[in-house]
């Protein structure tokens, strides 16, 4: 079992900057791909980012490409991701979750184990 906790959303001007983290407890956290995702009302829940277990490789969502980071600290049992440039159309619940299921890293239905999401909110 994992235990995934987001922070670091907030109410940012767009253009803004912020750092989201994704704290593990649990199993080995350093041994999974993780992934980052985001949701508004209604919506599905979108892939935006995800790393690999060492943090060699890293996959984006063309939305967020080149204004945004994923990045981990397998010491520290978290992942981040750090948005630059953010726009209206980046509100919305970010979410971190863990792979466990072979169906590619930008399918939701192949995490499990996710956090309760934390609210980026960008204003214009």
């Known amino acids: 079992q994992v235990q995934l906790v987001e922070s670091g959303g907030g109410l940012v001007q767009a253009g803004g900057s912020l750092r989201l983290s994704c704290a593990a407890s649990g199993r080995t956290f350093s041994m999974y791909t993780m992934g980052w995702f985001r949701q508004t009302p209604g919506k599905e829940r979108e892939f935006v980012a995800a790393?690999?277990?060492?943090?060699?490789?890293?996959y984006y969502a063309d939305s967020v490409k080149g204004r945004s980071t994923i990045s981990r600290d397998n010491a520290k049992n978290t992942v981040y991701l750090q948005m630059n440039s953010l726009k209206p159309e980046d509100t919305a619940i970010y979410y971190c979750?863990?792979?466990?299921?072979?169906?590619?890293?930008?399918?939701?239905?192949?995490?499990?184990?996710w956090g309760q999401g934390t609210q980026v909110t960008v204003s214009s």
């Open positions: 979750a863990v792979l466990i299921r072979n169906l590619g890293w930008t399918n939701p239905v192949a995490y499990d184990y």
């Open positions: 790393i690999s277990w060492s943090g060699a490789s890293t």
